[in-house]
């Protein structure tokens, strides 16, 4: 059985795609599944056992897999490069998305009609879903769904990069580490929570036997160094200028992590870590934490919207209090560490 998957962005739908794996391997044990992706998903992708074949999408690849064979195709990106490979690769079975004569997007199956639906119903996405979306993954693959997890590996030198990192730090000396993401990408600047509220909370939680970790990319480079110049307590920096995997074993080390509905969020719940959503402008339905952790969501009638820009002050991560996410965080505490 050669299977197909067609997952190319962004970084973090890759990764939370990736519980189809565990069930694809369930309903065809003796299957070879090939995987192609761009290059965040293909350094989150990279190691996993589930996966025989991994791709860059590329135009070697999309030439040779022309060239090939499959027994079952899934597209879930609605990317024209994924959606017209889903149109010019054989394959006895299709699903997922793909493209008319005319270039439009369509669903290949029944299966997908629900997950196109959600591009094209505002009212549907932002209010009426009720479903995760690993679990419309599994509709659109006619999958069932078992709860399974995201799929990640780190490698023992990422794992011993981390280590290290904590040694450095003296991280290691029994204190729960309660990691901050105080980022997120370009296109959506609402999803990060505001720095005043990060040092209220830092305050807050620096009363607990705790160590405060900050993570952050390039982009938070500035303003993690404001918040470590500001905090009540001693803050540990954990750089921002790892490599993606780099950051990804750096995440490990936290027991509880606090972020927003962006890739941190994504490693937070593939490592199985306890997560403290903040969420407002991107639909919380969507997003399971597996039981482990808790989403603050904001209370605004507008939330969610998907704005890239917002129309009112304050903004629904504005209204995320610092004494709401601490008392989230008293709750993960009390539930234990986060096994991985």
């Not at 992590?257 to 870590?273: E, I, W, Y």
Request: charged content about 20%; some cysteine.
């Amino acid at each position: 059985m050669r299977i197909l998957i067609l997952k190319l962005a962004a970084a973090g739908d890759v990764l939370r795609t990736t519980p189809v794996l565990p069930a694809l391997k369930r309903s065809y044990p003796r299957s070879h599944i090939t995987w192609v992706t761009e290059s965040g998903g293909f350094e989150l992708l990279k190691g996993i056992p589930s996966i025989d074949r991994l791709l860059a999408a590329d135009l070697p690849t999309v030439v040779g897999l022309g060239a090939e064979r499959f027994d079952r195709l899934y597209c879930f990106d609605k990317d024209p490069l994924a959606t017209g490979l889903a149109m010019t690769v054989p394959a006895e079975v299709k699903r997922g998305f793909g493209r008319n004569p005319g270039g439009a997007l369509i669903p290949l199956h029944p299966s997908s009609h629900y997950a196109y639906e959600l591009g094209l119903d505002d009212e549907l996405k932002f209010r009426g879903n009720q479903k995760t979306y690993p679990r419309i993954v599994f509709e659109m693959a006619e999958l069932e769904y078992a709860g399974d997890e995201y799929q990640f590996v780190l490698t023992p030198e990422e794992q011993a990069f981390a280590r290290e990192f904590a040694a450095r730090h003296q991280l290691g000396t029994g204190q729960r580490l309660i990691g901050i993401n105080t980022g997120c990408g370009p296109v959506f600047q609402m999803k990060k929570w505001t720095v005043e509220h990060i040092l209220g909370f830092i305050e807050l939680a620096g009363a607990l036997d705790v160590r405060i970790l900050l993570y952050g990319g390039p982009m938070e480079a500035e303003r993690n160094r404001i918040i470590v110049e500001r905090a009540a307590c001693p803050v540990v920096d954990m750089g921002c200028h790892n490599t993606l995997r780099q950051f990804a074993s750096l995440i490990d080390l936290c027991d509880v992590l606090v972020t927003g509905d962006t890739m941190p969020l994504h490693l937070g719940v593939a490592l199985k870590k306890q997560v403290i959503l903040l969420i407002g402008s991107t639909s919380w339905t969507e997003i399971d934490l597996y039981g482990r952790g808790v989403k603050l969501v904001s209370d605004l009638p507008c939330a969610p919207c998907y704005k890239r820009v917002c129309d009112f002050d304050p903004w629904c991560l504005q209204l995320i209090t610092p004494e709401q996410v601490f008392q989230a965080l008293q709750g993960c505490l009390s539930v234990g560490v986060s096994q991985p």
